[in-house]
C-alpha cells in the first residue's frame, strides 16, 4: 500500500511518527495531536506541536500523507473534510474490512 521508497525522505521520518501514520491509515487507530493536525491539514497546530524531531520532518511527514495514504484518511485533498475526517476514517476502515 505504501510506497517507502518513492522518495528518499520518507526514510528520515521517525519511527515513531511513521508507526502512527501507520496504525491511523490500516486499523483506524486514532493518532496524538501533532499527527492528528498533520491529518487535518492544519499545518499551523502541527508545527506549534511539533517537537524538534518532528518539526525537521515536517516536509517528508507532509508528502507521505499527501503522496501515499489514502485519500480519505486525511483532509489534505479534501479541505472540506477537515472536521469530519477524524470520525470518518475508523468507520470507512470497518465498511471497507472484508467479512470472516
Known sequence: ???LDADPAYREI??????????????GHHPGGFL?????GDL?????RADN???THLRAIVKFV??????GC???KSPSRVGTVMS?????????????
Open 74 to 76: 486525511h483532509a489534505m
Open 88 to 100: 470518518d476514517w475508523p468507520t470507512s476502515l470497518e465498511v471497507d474490512s472484508p467479512t470472516v
Open 44 to 48: 499551523l497546530d502541527a508545527v506549534c
Open 53 to 55: 524531531e518532528t518539526a
Open 14 to 27: 521517525p519511527e515513531r511518527i511513521m508507526n502512527g501514520l501507520m496504525m491511523w491509515g490500516n486499523d
Open 1 to 3: 500500500m505504501y510506497d
Open 66 to 71: 499527501y503522496n501515499q495514504m489514502p485519500n
Open 36 to 40: 492528528t493536525a498533520v491529518l487535518k
